[in-house]
T-cell receptor, first 114, second 111 residues
């Protein structure tokens, strides 16, 4: 039972354009969402997060949007740069749950073409 | 600042051999600690987490076990490895807030 899904396994975008990554979740108890970036053979790096009391959070080129009614979040990267080429994972959590556990999606591989 | 270390970086082991992967965190005390596995082309699956010394919670039934003998040390073990144990093992920590911070990972190949 996949509670967090990233339905696009890959995305190709031209340098300078916008990258939009999508993530859907099924557990309505999730109230905190995160995006991570991962290069091959390295650990994931935390990018940005959003709590369910907000619908948008922005940090530089990265913006996360949350649509609670649709149980959907997205990550926008503007403008995309070649160094953004990586696998991106969304993750979800319950703020008050024991252990601060994260449930991850399967990842989306982004390729930014120069 | 906090840092997280994992070793070894790469490991090739025969089926049926034991396993011990180590993770240590520096620059913080009483962190929550986590072990994840990423199978080839897949997402991250939480295996174990620990909120304190000697406290281990298992998320999925499997051939592996975890221990936390010291506050900032987290060990992943197996008595007999299976082919299906191959993967990329990641240790992570957090303390305040929900973002977890990951180590560099260990690539395990069971032959």
């Amino acid at each position: 039972d996949q509670q967090v899904k990233q339905n696009s396994p890959s995305l190709s975008v031209q340098e300078g354009r916008i990258s939009i990554l999508n993530c859907d979740y099924t557990n309505s108890m999730f109230d905190y969402f995160l995006w991570y970036k991962k290069y091959p053979a390295e650990g994931p790096t935390f990018l940005i997060s959003i709590s369910s009391i907000k619908d948008k959070n922005e940090d530089g080129r990265f913006t996360v949007f949350l649509n609670k009614s649709a149980k959907h979040l997205s990550l926008h990267i503007v403008p995309s740069q070649p160094g953004d080429s990586a696998v991106y994972f969304c993750a979800a959590s319950q703020i008050k749950a024991a252990g601060n556990k994260l449930t991850f999606g399967g990842g989306t591989r982004v390729l930014v073409k120069p | 600042s906090q840092t997280i270390h994992q070793w070894p970086a790469t490991l090739v082991q025969p089926v049926g051999s034991p396993l011990s992967l180590e993770c240590t965190v520096e620059g913080t005390s009483n962190p929550n600690l986590y072990w994840y596995r990423q199978a080839a082309g897949r997402g991250l699956q939480l295996l174990f987490y620990s909120v304190g010394i000697g406290q281990i919670s298992s998320e999925v039934p499997q051939n592996l076990s975890a221990s936390r003998p010291q506050d900032r040390q987290f060990i992943l073990s197996s008595k007999k490895l299976l082919l299906s144990d191959s993967g990329f093992y990641l240790c992570a920590w957090n303390k305040r807030g929900l973002a977890q911070y990951f180590g560099p990972g260990t690539r395990l190949l069971v032959l």
